[in-house]
């Protein structure tokens, strides 16, 4: 059974945010998996600070083409589990190789669709534990170095159990290569604003000339920047760590349901082939409108949720945390804040209590009676701060640097947002995610007040509404 009495691994537990919680999960696991150990280990971040974790390390048994495989996996459990995932690897003995698919990369970090969608209770270390095993019988992720060795992954049982992570540094070793899907005005801001934010090798901005987003392609050409290619081959994307897509195909004909479709149609003719050409890329999606493009893009894709996010209200956060650290400073609790929701009139903002540095988020928390006269007022002051195209591109700039350079920062981007709140339906929503080169990972959901609560549930009726009436 698992031993959470040792002594290195009840000083660990005892810095936990919420140790008696995290103890009753992993005594489930244990119940579930009485193989399964627990040991204590210093575990270092992509920015290089390293923190005393608990990880669980053992095996799970896997049928794959008739045959049984107990596969190695270590869990490190962030200290605010299990409100948090766990982050997950998969650990070969030095006669096998990690086999790169859609739920295991390079590195071995292993990505599932519950990872993304975690929402503790509803969420659990054994819920996880099953998905893995499912989801590694659809598709094997280890292979023997060499067939003729005769290596039996059944004695895939040892590990190095002082094994330190490290996730990336601030930039990735091969190139950087982005792509911008739309020479429209918004595509050239974007453009513009990524390149001056200095984080990529090589941009490619691909115009779309069946869209209405016609803008300076041309004159991009005839000025000729520096790592900036310009193509009207959907080819020429091939390779990307992201993918962006501004393009839109309006016309001022047609009805709100018909513009929509047009955008849906014409979504149908290029992501499949982007997610075929940047299979391990992250599509970023700013056509409009973003919650539902972003939600068609996922499913067109068949990328997992972590890969798949929209610009949602990303600015609004910035200019609504801008505007009460610097505007309302005599008022100003110090927090971070978030808008979530629609990218409508449907704004709900929520606190979030931030230590020193990005991984130190305590928890993301409602507006109190206390607080709803400053963020209401904040709110009040967003209002009349169009978005401008260069103003989306700087925010889209901001949400790639995070993503190419691993900052594991944290963005009100368009994510799927089933299980979220006890959101029950499949749609996508802004809400608070962690972005870095693995993809993004949703922050637990929290409690609204009756009026966002009234407000989200809005947004989704309408999002669930208008989903029926698309021809995917």
């Known amino acids: 059974m698992m031993d959470l009495n040792s002594e290195s691994v009840k000083k660990v537990l005892s810095k936990y945010k919420f140790r008696d919680v995290a103890v009753e999960e992993l005594q489930k696991v244990s119940r579930l998996h009485p193989d ?20 669980l390390v053992g095996n799970i048994p896997v049928r794959y083409q008739g045959r049984s495989y107990n596969l190695p996996i270590l869990l490190w459990l962030l200290d605010s589990f299990p409100f948090t ?3 997950c690897f998969l650990r070969p003995t030095s006669s096998m190789v990690i086999r790169e698919g859609k739920h295991v990369d390079s590195k071995g970090r292993i990505h599932l669709p519950g990872l993304h969608t975690w929402d503790h209770p509803k969420s659990s270390v054994n819920g996880l534990l099953a998905e893995m095993i499912a989801k590694f019988e659809e598709e094997a992720p ?10 039996d992954p ?36 974007a453009v513009l604003s990524i390149m001056a934010k200095g984080c990529v090798d090589k941009l490619v901005l691909i115009d ?42 309006w016309s001022d004909e047609q009805s709100y349901l018909s513009v929509v479709q047009t955008n849906v149609d014409m979504y149908r003719g290029i992501i499949p082939r982007l997610a075929q050409l940047s299979p391990k890329a992250m599509l970023l999606i700013a056509s409009q409108p973003v ?69 130190q988020l305590q928890a993301l928390t409602p507006v109190s009676n206390s607080t709803k006269p400053l963020m209401d007022r904040a709110l009040e002051m967003l209002k009349g701060r169009g978005q401008r195209s260069w103003s989306v591109g700087l925010s889209i700039a901001d949400i790639i640097d995070s993503i190419v350079t691993d900052k594991k920062k944290i963005h009100s981007v368009t994510t799927l947002a089933e ?54």
């Open 154 to 189: 059944n004695n895939l049982l040892t590990y190095v159990s002082n094994l330190s992570l490290h996730e990336g540094g601030n930039r990735l070793d091969q190139e950087v290569k982005v792509s911008v899907i739309g020479g429209g005005d918004l595509g050239i801001a």
């Open 85 to 87: 995932p766990p982050v």
């Open 419 to 472: 299980g979220w709140g006890g959101i029950g339906s499949k749609v996508f929503l802004s809400l608070p995610c962690i972005l870095g080169v693995n993809g993004s990972t949703r922050l637990p959901g929290v409690a609204l007040g009756s009026e966002d609560e009234m407000k989200l549930r809005e947004s989704v009726a309408c999002q669930v509404n208008l989903f029926m009436q698309l021809r995917l």
């Open 142 to 151: 280890l292979s023997t170095k060499s067939a003729a060795q005769g290596d």
């Open 291 to 359: 919650d539902i493009m972003t939600h068609v893009a996922w499913r067109q894709s068949h990328l997992l949720p972590p890969q798949v996010i929209g610009v949602g209200c990303n600015l609004d956060s910035e200019r609504l945390s801008h505007i009460i650290n610097i505007s309302l400073v005599a008022n100003s609790t110090g927090k971070q804040a978030w808008v979530i929701g629609e990218l409508s009139e449907n704004k709900v903002a929520l606190w979030g209590n931030m230590g020193p540095g990005t991984d």
């Open 36 to 55: 399964m150990k627990l040991i204590s280990g210093t575990y270092t971040s992509s920015d290089s600070l390293q923190k005393d974790l608990l990880k």
């Open 208 to 249: 779309m000339p069946e869209t209405s987003t016609k803008g300076g392609t041309m004159d991009l050409e005839i000025f000729s920047l520096p790592k900036v290619e310009v193509s009207k081959d959907l080819s020429a994307s091939a390779g990307s760590k992201v993918v962006l897509i501004t393009a839109n195909a």
